[in-house]
């Protein structure tokens, strides 16, 4: 691929082309960024344009693994991943290189590439990795940590968000908002992060001794389109909601209140709502939503600092480090404790 191909590809210029495959400055993030996946996803090793990362030896290459797609995506969270890894890699003196591999496209060649190229460490997004999609990485001789996803029997570094808190800090905010009829918006498509909220949604339910309607169970797709799609076909079908839902994340949330509101459900009159990973949409829609806040960018810096750590001294521990997550409290929940009150007092028609 030429860099006038580029260009004409991203619309833009060939200069502008030139300047990020040449590591120079004068470029915005969200332009180099376009350009490096062009590249990367033409089959090419972005590594080979950046000659003085060559040099030095000080390179790290990130890479996006992309098992189906349906997770991880074009979108502001996973942006967030990759401005801190960039971010904490350029701090500390390295160039971070990108890397997509796509299941069912370029995945021979790309892995013949970082084989042949690995550089002084990798750090792979596995979000929608399973444990047999490591195996290719096993016998690369340079330090890996693995980024939004952990495996018992892999014997890899791993950076993971604290599902199981999250997930649990948002159903007990529910209960503790009166709701006692809680459902689950959880997604069709399988990754580890879904199961671990799953696991933190019914231990807040055990804790607090609410018995889970397994009908409040719903199963949407996760993307925003699919979401929607999925929950237009459970309200069409006549299905009895709880008074609150929590979503494996905010794009699934914001799937389903599109589909509700269009077919007259209120929220959070008639329905609460709390997503996961605080997107920034979450402050826009209506009403805004309450949240479980990921730490996006600080996993990415964090992935950086341990395995440069680890291309340092050599560390030969293996450790799986969990980042704490932060309700964020807005108006997609009601509090029926108030209702209560009110109706006691006489305040309601």
Not at 15 to 41: D, F, I, Y
Not at 60 to 69: L, P
Not at 271 to 287: K, L, N
């Amino acid at each position: 691929m030429k860099v006038k191909e580029i260009a004409e590809k991203l619309n833009i210029s060939p200069a502008t082309v030139s300047l990020v495959l040449n590591n120079k400055p004068g470029v915005s993030e969200k332009t180099r960024q376009r350009v490096l996946r062009a590249v990367a996803e033409a089959g090419y090793d972005t590594n080979m344009l950046s000659k003085p990362a060559l040099r030095d030896h000080k390179s790290i290459r990130f890479i996006i693994y992309k098992k189906h797609g349906n997770v991880v995506g074009d979108t502001p969270f996973f942006s967030a991943l990759i401005e801190g890894i960039d971010y904490e890699a350029r701090r500390r003196g390295y160039s971070a290189v990108i890397s997509y591999i796509n299941d069912d496209q370029n995945k021979d060649e790309v892995l013949q590439t970082i084989k042949d190229h690995p550089l002084n460490g990798i750090i792979i997004l596995a979000t929608e990795m399973n444990y047999d999609d490591l195996q290719p990485f096993v016998g690369i001789n340079v330090p890996i940590v693995l980024l939004d996803s952990y495996f018992m029997d892999a014997h890899m570094d791993s950076i993971v968000i604290n599902n199981i808190q999250g997930a649990y800090k948002a159903t007990k905010y529910l209960i503790d908002k009166g709701h006692t009829d809680i459902g689950y918006l959880h997604s069709s498509v399988w990754i580890n992060n879904f199961d671990e909220r799953m696991d933190g949604f019914l231990k807040a339910l055990s804790d607090n001794n609410i018995k889970l309607n397994k009908k409040n169970i719903f199963s949407l797709e996760s993307t925003l389109d699919g979401a929607y799609r999925d929950m237009a076909d459970v309200l069409q079908a006549g299905a009895e909601l709880p008074t609150a839902l929590f979503a494996d994340n905010d794009i699934i949330a914001f799937g389903a209140i599109k589909a509700l509101r269009e077919h007259g459900v209120r929220i959070p009159e008639d329905i609460s709502i709390v997503g996961f990973d605080d997107m920034p949409f979450c402050t826009v829609i209506d009403p805004p939503l309450t949240t479980v806040r990921v730490y996006k960018q600080d996993i990415g810096r964090l992935a950086v600092r341990r395995l440069i750590e680890k291309i340092r001294y050599n560390a030969d521990i293996f450790v799986n480090i969990e980042v704490g997550t932060e309700l964020v409290e807005r108006n997609s929940v009601l509090d029926r404790n108030k209702i209560g009150k009110d109706n006691k007092n006489g305040l309601q028609d």
